[in-house]
């Protein structure tokens, strides 16, 4: 079992930063991708960033790119989620994942999942 909490959302203008952090407990965290989902109001959750065990590899949705960085730091078994540039379009909840399979961008490669955080973007 794998436990992961979320935190770092809240609300920013335009243009500003934030970042999020998933901190893990309860398996071997560095042995496991992990990625970042959102959700939007009346839309399904869609891939955002994700990370390889051990870091080397890392994919973004086009949407973010350039704008969102994923990291992770395997001592602390903690995930992050560097966001700048920030649009009102990236309002959701956002939530952290452990991945138990090989395709990183696909939601049904996950397992684990967060309660998830809130970020909104006001115009």
């Known amino acids: 079992q794998v436990q992961l909490v979320e935190s770092g959302g809240g609300l920013v203008q335009a243009g500003g930063s934030l970042r999020l952090s998933c901190a893990a407990s309860?398996?071997?965290?560095?042995?496991?991708?992990m990625g970042w989902f959102r959700q939007a109001p009346g839309k399904e959750r869609e891939f955002v960033a994700a990370?390889?065990?051990?870091?080397?590899?890392?994919y973004s949705a086009d949407s973010v790119k350039g704008r969102f960085t994923i990291s992770r730091d395997n001592a602390k078994n903690t995930v992050y989620l560097q966001m700048n540039s920030l649009k009102p379009e990236d309002t959701a909840v956002y939530y952290c994942?452990?991945?138990?399979?090989?395709?990183?961008?696909?939601?049904?490669?996950?397992?684990?999942w967060g309660q998830g955080t809130q970020v909104t973007v006001s115009s």
């Open positions: 994942a452990v991945a138990v399979g090989y395709d990183l961008s696909t939601l049904s490669q996950y397992k684990y």
């Open positions: 309860g398996r071997t965290f560095s042995s496991y991708g």
């Open positions: 990370i390889s065990s051990g870091g080397g590899r890392k």
